[in-house]
Nanobody, 119 residues
Framework: QVQLVESGGGLVQTGGSLRLSCAAS????????MGWYRQAPGKQRELVAV??????NYVDSAKGRFTISRDNTKNSVYLEMSSLKPEDTAVYYC??????????????WGQGTLVTVSS
């Protein structure tokens, strides 16, 4: 079993910054990708940023403002968000693609953390 624990959401003013953190634990053999999704009220969940072996990828709206990073020693992924806008308001979910110690390939989701950007 694999668990994710997220932290770092909150309320921030337009133009402000936040840092989200996500730590994976459990029966992990390897982590293949780590990323962040978000879901705004009334909208579908969308990929914000993902870190794979080839490097990071971002949704267009996040480019230049958000930075995803990964600490393999801690099985953790981070999302540094700056120049935040009201349209960034959403629940942010960590997603990790893992291979377990029993050889299973899983997509694991965090519980979500709310980011609210006030205008």
């Amino acid at each position: 079993q694999v668990q994710l624990v997220e932290s770092g959401g909150g309320l921030v003013q337009t133009g402000g910054s936040l840092r989200l953190s996500c730590a994976a634990s459990g029966s992990i053999s390897s982590i293949n990708a780590m990323g962040w999704y978000r879901q705004a009220p009334g909208k579908q969940r969308e990929l914000v940023a993902v870190m794979r072996s080839g490097g990071p990828n971002y949704v267009d709206s996040a480019k230049g403002r958000f930075t995803i990073s990964r600490d393999n020693t801690k099985n953790s992924v981070y999302l540094e968000m700056s120049s935040l806008k009201p349209e960034d308001t959403a629940v942010y979910y960590c997603n990790v693609m893992v291979t377990t110690t029993t050889g299973r390939y899983l997509a694991v989701w965090g519980q979500g953390t709310l980011v609210t950007v006030s205008s």
